[in-house]
């Protein structure tokens, strides 16, 4: 019996002993995953001032721009507003990481980030607009030891300035207007709409503001696309396109007063003048 209780001591003795060396071994591994310090604050930035890390350009057609970066910061590029990045070319992708920003209805097509991954390398970055414009950089990455200070945003602008702020647009604006503007809508026209049961439920996607229309509607058999006059004066009408399975089909249509009736019903229309474009859908 006496053995039994003895077997029974050293086993309870061993399994504490163990739970307290797997803390401590926890312990450590913490510790060393979560060091007292880094060691790897940039001393550069002690008797830096704040506009040291912002950088403006001029878009010129023959320019490269040069773009200090460094390892654990990420750097924001700024191109002009209402620019549209559809492409970009990135020398060394392993080393350089690039991130567009895209923010759920909203047009930050100009924005992207570029994080290098390691220290001592350089390459260079192509990125085109939807302007026909081609951006062209030169990117060289530091590590904290450099006595140099690393961009954190560089603006490149029509003039050169940093653009004044103003509320990002949403990606779909609503044509919808008041009661009152639709019913004198109605008054435009030769066939009579009643209003009451038109679909206003249209949305602008994107594309050129000089030929977005004011409103669009349907009557369940029509579509009607408004241009509302600028001092007595039409716009320069765009041509309507359908949009079937993502390619513009024509329809036939009319130009009646400031309105661009097309004779049939669609999800998605594009509407075109020369290289402008605009997209408009349908809410269902």
Request: hydrophobic share 35%.
């Amino acid at each position: 019996m006496k053995k039994i209780l003895m077997i029974a001591l050293l086993l309870i003795q061993s399994a504490y002993a163990f739970r307290d060396e797997t803390s401590l071994s926890d312990n450590n591994t913490n510790q060393d995953m979560f060091p007292s310090s880094l060691n790897s604050v940039q001393k550069a930035f002690n008797t830096s001032n704040m506009h040291e890390n912002v950088a403006v350009y001029k878009y010129e057609d023959e320019n490269t721009y040069k773009v200090r970066l460094r390892t654990a910061v990420e750097t924001m590029f700024v191109l002009p507003p209402g620019e549209k990045i559809i492409s970009y070319s990135l020398g060394d992708s392993l080393v350089f990481k690039y991130k567009p920003i895209i923010v759920k209805n909203y047009q930050t097509e100009n924005l992207f980030t570029v994080r290098p991954q390691t220290a001592g390398a350089d390459t260079n970055l192509i990125v085109v607009g939807a302007s026909g414009k081609i951006y062209k950089f030169y990117l060289r990455a530091d590590n904290h030891d450099s006595p140099f200070l690393p961009i954190f945003t560089i603006y490149i602008s029509k003039d050169g300035k940093i653009p004044s702020p103003k509320p990002l647009k949403t990606d779909f604006e609503s044509l919808e207007i008041s009661s009152e503007n639709k019913k004198e809508l109605s008054h435009f026209l030769s066939n009579k709409v009643e209003m009451q049961n038109a679909n206003f439920g249209y949305i602008s996607l994107n594309g050129s503001d000089d030929i977005k229309p004011d409103t669009v509607f349907d009557d369940g058999k029509f579509t009607y696309f408004y241009f509302k006059s600028q001092n007595g004066k039409i716009k320069n009408l765009p041509v309507v396109y359908r949009v079937v399975d993502d390619y513009d089909t024509p329809v036939n249509s009319r130009i009646e007063g400031d309105f661009i009736i097309a004779e049939t019903l669609s999800k998605r229309w594009t509407l075109r003048s020369g290289t402008a474009h605009h997209c408009i859908k349908r809410e269902d």
